[in-house]
Nanobody
């Protein structure tokens, strides 16, 4: 089991930026991909971004392409989500997830991840 903790959420105005961080721990020496999901009030949790263990390959939801950037720290245990050009539609709870056992082909779905953080709130005002 991997422990996952998100941070960096907060309040931003439309057009502003936020950077989320996700720290994974508990399984030294293991390799896993990581991703970000978000859940707006009254909506289902949806995919936002994904990065492989090496950090060389990324995937993004169409809704955030060109605005959000996912990256991985050199220690491989921390990922970031740089969010630029925020809009009210980006409001929601953002969850970091770890693909510990799930197949890598499921990177765009919740079933592709095994360990989840508690979420961090992102609110974008107009």
């Amino acid at each position: 089991q991997v422990q996952v903790v998100e941070s960096g959420g907060g309040l931003a105005q439309a057009g502003g930026s936020l950077r989320l961080s996700c720290a994974a721990s508990g399984r030294p020496g293991t390799r896993y991909a990581m991703g970000w999901f978000r859940q707006a009030p009254g909506k289902e949790r949806v995919f936002v971004a994904h990065v492989t263990w090496s950090g060389s390959t990324t995937h993004y939801a169409d809704s955030v392409k060109g605005r959000f950037t996912i990256s991985r720290d050199g220690d491989k245990n921390t990922v970031y989500l740089q969010m630029n050009g925020l809009a009210p539609e980006d409001t929601g709870v953002y969850y970091c997830a770890v693909a510990e056992y799930a197949p890598a082909t499921a990177w765009g779905a919740t079933r592709g991840y095994d360990d989840w953080g508690q979420g961090t709130q992102v609110t974008v005002s107009s």
